[in-house]
């Protein structure tokens, strides 16, 4: 169970560095993993060279969800969009530092899977967006 | 800690060994502790071996077939169906009817009952505790016919509001259709004297019985109940098996739900007379052997008893409530152990319930954590998730002890 809730993802959930809202913002979206009502929102400030300047995410769920969404949005600030368009399933794995199951992952996936949806301008979040394979 | 009076009737120990999966590890050194039979049961060595029996001495398709095969599968598959009814208390096996599972049987009412006999502006009458698999056929079928759905509501203690009842008869149902268990509260409806309530006022009653068939005895015609549905794999069966229930003059009346092979009596090219009972619901080649296993896991409960069985499970959710009580900052849905089966959700300030369940899994400790199928109760009670405990005639006091003790680790690692 250490493995799993490594302390950096225990300190990530209760203490989050980027959380909140971004009003105004170039880009905002937002989706639920209806599996375990996980909910996450993203805002991004874009600047006009394509760099995230500032990137906050709201939401609630459950520890995995929150704390890869909060490291989420550190890793992209400084980011092109371009880049942020190639952040995988992998990347997140890395960022987390544990394996997950088929279920967890997903908890894991929301936050790029929104930020993906958002940066792309979709009008809904799919999990394509976020398999490797 | 309260002291506790730890009795069963039951030899649980002797129960255990029935069902191989309950002596595995499921990490070196760390025993299982199933605490999941809400979501589907674990399955018995009988039910295991009739299944590979049918398959490896008797497979052949069913009704048809002029050779000994066919006529063995077609008499255990016939004969499962002879002990559904028996364990219903049903008047005849025709009103036996097999589907893949609860979902299945309620949208077999939906669309052919309902298709037929509902037309817009009709009033459906559903409760805010149902499980989804009772609420969007009938979203479904709204959509469809311009009906107007109505719910009965639910207290804070997880009860349905009975004066809330009253009052939604009085604008006359067509079809009163509630769950007889809550499969995340665990609260036991009051089904006989609610359907005799829907009957006064003329509405059909559709029970979902995935919750209560498996833990407790529950008598169709006792019930006098129009429809019920459940599932195999909750009660000791295979998956891809469940039962709709129905009184033959409903069940006569409808017009087939799918149609192809054994559901007719004679085809011709642009048209086809339906069979009779049951098989005119019946199309295609039905799960033979989970039919049998279902047959045989009928064997299993009923030589154990479903009193006694009820009794169990009264007395392990009795024990968990009072030991749950003790942990702080843990919140407990549904009603006490009295108007409750198996069932025990509870929330912990501070952790999510997926972290809860998978801290339990690194104890061997295999519980829910979700909205259980039933998003709008949680809605109802505020909350995204709970994290569900629930307990069949295998489960033990001790394992009780093993939840709560690792309830305490979640608490220790999230420091809440």
Same mark, same amino acid.
């Given at each position: ?37 996980? $909910?996450? $929102? ?37 980011? $092109? ?53 | ?35 999941? @039979? ?94 989804? @698999? ?82 407790? &005895?529950?008598?169709? &015609? ?165 994290? &569900? ?28």
């Amino acid at each position: 169970m250490d493995d799993f809730y490594r302390e950096l993802i225990i300190d990530r959930y209760k203490n989050p560095q980027f959380r909140g809202v971004l009003d105004p913002a170039d880009i905002s979206f937002e989706d639920d993993n209806p599996l375990c009502g996980d $909910h996450i $929102h993203i805002d991004l400030r874009v600047g006009e060279d394509g760099i995230v300047r500032e990137a906050r995410f709201d939401g609630k769920g459950c520890a995995i969800s929150q704390a890869s969404a909060d490291l989420l949005m550190e890793k992209i600030i400084g980011m $092109h969009l371009d880049e942020v368009k190639q952040i995988s399933k992998q990347d997140i794995l890395d960022m987390l530092g544990i394996e997950l199951g088929p279920v967890r992952l997903k908890c894991a996936l929301l936050s790029l899977k929104v930020l993906k949806a958002g940066v792309y301008g979709l009008g809904e979040a799919t999990d394509d967006l976020v398999e490797d394979e | 800690m309260a002291n506790h009076i730890l009795t069963t009737t039951l030899d649980v120990k002797k129960i255990r060994e029935d069902f191989p999966v309950l002596g595995r590890q499921v990490r070196p050194g760390v025993p299982l502790i199933y605490l999941d @039979s809400t979501a589907t049961s674990q399955k018995p060595t009988s039910v295991i071996e009739t299944m590979d029996r049918f398959y490896r001495n008797s497979n052949a398709n069913i009704h048809r077939g002029i050779h000994v095969l066919a006529e063995e599968a077609t008499a255990a598959y016939e004969e499962a169906r002879e002990k559904v009814r028996r364990f219903l208390n049903a008047p005849s096996s025709r009103q036996v009817i097999f589907t893949r599972n609860t979902t299945e049987a309620i949208n077999l009412v939906a669309y052919s009952w309902g298709l037929s006999q509902l037309k817009s502006g009709d009033i459906v009458l559903l409760t805010e505790m149902e499980h989804h @698999s009772n609420l969007v056929p009938w979203y479904l079928l709204a959509e469809r016919l311009g009906l107007r759905l109505e719910y009965v509501s639910v207290s804070d203690e997880g009860l349905l509001d009975v004066a809330d009842f009253e009052r939604k008869l009085e604008l006359k149902p067509k079809l009163f259709a509630f769950t007889h268990m809550s499969n995340v509260v665990g609260t036991i409806n009051p089904a006989k004297e609610m359907i005799a309530k829907a009957h006064q006022v003329g509405a059909i009653t559709l029970l979902d019985g995935a919750q209560s068939v498996p833990h407790f &005895r529950v008598d169709v &015609r006792d019930l006098d109940v129009d429809f019920l549905a459940f599932s195999g794999h909750k009660m000791c069966g295979p998956t891809g098996i469940g039962v709709l229930y129905g009184k033959k003059d409903l069940l006569e009346q409808m017009p087939p739900f799918l149609g192809g092979g054994d559901m007719i009596k004679r085809v011709t090219l642009g048209s086809f007379k339906p069979n009779e009972l049951p098989y005119k619901f019946e199309a295609g080649t039905p799960a033979i052997a989970e039919a049998i296993g279902l047959g045989a896991a009928i064997d299993y409960l009923s030589r154990i008893g479903m009193d006694a069985i009820a009794q169990h499970e009264h007395a392990l959710v009795s024990y968990a409530l009072d030991r749950l009580a003790e942990i702080p900052n843990l919140r407990i849905f549904g009603p006490s152990a009295d108007k409750k089966g198996g069932v025990v959700s509870f929330v912990m300030d501070g952790v999510h319930a997926h972290d809860i369940a998978q801290v339990l899994d690194q104890s061997g400790v295999a519980i829910r954590a979700g909205h259980h199928c039933a998003m709008p109760l949680h809605e109802k009670f505020q909350i995204p998730a709970t994290a &569900r405990a629930s307990f069949y005639l295998y489960n033990t006091f001790d394992e009780i002890d093993h939840l709560v003790n690792a309830i305490y680790r979640v608490k220790d690692l999230f420091g809440v």
